[in-house]
T-cell receptor
Framework: KAGVTQTPRYLIKTRGQQVTLSCSPISGHRSVSWYQQTPGQGLQFLFEYFSETQRNKGNFPGRFSGRQFSNSRSEMNVSTLELGDSALYLC?????????????FGEGSRLTVL | KQEVTQIPAALSVPEGENLVLNCSFTDSAIYNLQWFRQDPGKGLTSLLLIQSSQREQTSGRLNASLDKSSGRSTLYIAASQPGDSATYLCAPNFNFGNEKLTFGTGTRLTIIP
């Protein structure tokens, strides 16, 4: 059974540009969550999508956005990149039943902003 | 504010020893708690999931306990091996109805051969 797949694995952007990251969940999983990991702040929740609807959102500026498609694949977008956006972005999938099921993470997309 | 603390931040032990990693959280109204390990530069690997109704969960050499009333969870690793070296993260879910996890800062474990 394939795990959570994130693309691209590594990318370098410059300040002011935008970036789109992709996440394919485990087959049958309908919930996709995104997290940002930095050395200073640790792992912070960005947002969660279930059945193409944002179900929860973390405390990030509006430059961070996401969406989910009908096949449960998800994308997140960061516009007007800042140096502080350099981080490992992790995607997690779960059945999404809302009863605290197990989350499975991908390998992450490492973004470097120059 | 719901906070998660993991102490110690780093731990080094000789191979073969049993060890305990600690996790404390400020809100006892959790719905479940998950333990993960993270190898350098990698994603998170789920180790154990404990539901709020459970006191402990076991998988191989790993045993996780949960005490909601005191806001604590422990991860016990038996007969440690060099391959156990990683950062261990605990993550309670405080939010029924969605899948948001709140992460601790982790314990970086080094097993000395």
């Amino acid at each position: 059974k394939a795990g959570v797949t994130q693309t691209p694995r590594y990318l370098i952007k410059t300040r002011g540009q935008q970036v789109t990251l992709s996440c394919s969940p485990i087959s049958g999983h309908r919930s996709v969550s995104w997290y940002q990991q930095t050395p200073g702040q640790g792992l912070q929740f960005l947002f969660e999508y279930f059945s193409e609807t944002q179900r929860n959102k973390g405390n990030f500026p509006g430059r961070f956005s996401g969406r989910q498609f009908s096949n449960s694949r998800s994308e997140m977008n960061v516009s007007t990149l800042e140096l502080g956006d350099s981080a490992l972005y992790l995607c997690a999938s779960s059945l999404g039943l809302g009863d605290g099921g197990e989350l499975f993470f991908g390998e992450g997309s490492r973004l470097t902003v120059l | 504010k719901q906070e998660v603390t993991q102490i110690p931040a780093a731990l080094s032990v000789p191979e073969g020893e049993n060890l305990v990693l600690n996790c404390s959280f400020t809100d006892s109204a959790i719905y479940n708690l998950q333990w993960f390990r993270q190898d350098p530069g990698k994603g998170l690997t789920s180790l154990l999931l404990i539901q709020s109704s459970q006191r402990e969960q076991t998988s191989g050499r790993l045993n996780a306990s949960l005490d909601k009333s005191s806001g604590r969870s422990t991860l016990y690793i038996a007969a440690s091996q060099p391959g156990d070296s990683a950062t261990y993260l605990c993550a309670p879910n405080f939010n029924f109805g969605n899948e948001k996890l709140t992460f601790g800062t982790g314990t970086r474990l080094t097993i000395i051969p």
